[in-house]
């Protein structure tokens, strides 16, 4: 038995202090969890699957981006975020653990990746490293047959 659920509250998921999703893009579903856990598991509906449609998401583009690239296996073909909850043995706590697991997720995609100054090496290490190739040529050569 699946049970879908569609928060149609107002209520803003925090992801930032700038940034919140609505609770409106959130889709949850209850599905029966596999493994252990006996009669409590074949009766009752406690591993979440929540959905999360990122291109039609009120995050700002460059978050969509960094979103889609870090998101990995979890994003399907259609561009929905799959979060997928079923280590606790109630309903409520993998609500509350498949949410967290989208909010850090958000949290790491809305940071913005340090911008790389390139850089030249100084003359000394320049030194330093053919002096090394040097040295270590110098061993190899000393193993070769005169």
């Known amino acids: 038995m699946v049970v879908s659920v569609t928060i149609v509250e107002g209520m803003m998921l925090p992801i930032t202090g700038m940034l919140a999703i609505d609770d409106r893009e959130i889709e949850e579903r209850f599905v029966r969890a596999s ?4 009669q409590n ?13 990122v291109a039609g998401s009120s995050l700002p583009d460059e978050v969509k981006q960094r979103l889609v690239a870090i998101a990995g ?35 790491h995609a809305a940071r913005r990746p340090k911008r790389r100054r390139p850089t ?22 000393a193993r070769r047959k005169v």
């Open 41 to 53: 598991v074949n009766k009752v509906s406690t591993a979440v699957e929540l959905r999360f449609d």
């Open 73 to 107: 296996s979890r994003l399907t073909a259609d561009g929905v975020l799959l979060i997928d909850s079923r280590e606790h043995r109630t309903q409520a706590q993998n609500r509350e653990a498949a949410r967290a697991r989208l909010v850090a997720l958000l949290q």
């Open 120 to 141: 030249r090496p100084r003359a000394a290490a320049r030194e330093r490293r053919l002096e090394s190739k040097k040295r270590r040529g110098e061993v190899k050569a």
């Open 35 to 38: 493994g252990p856990g006996g």
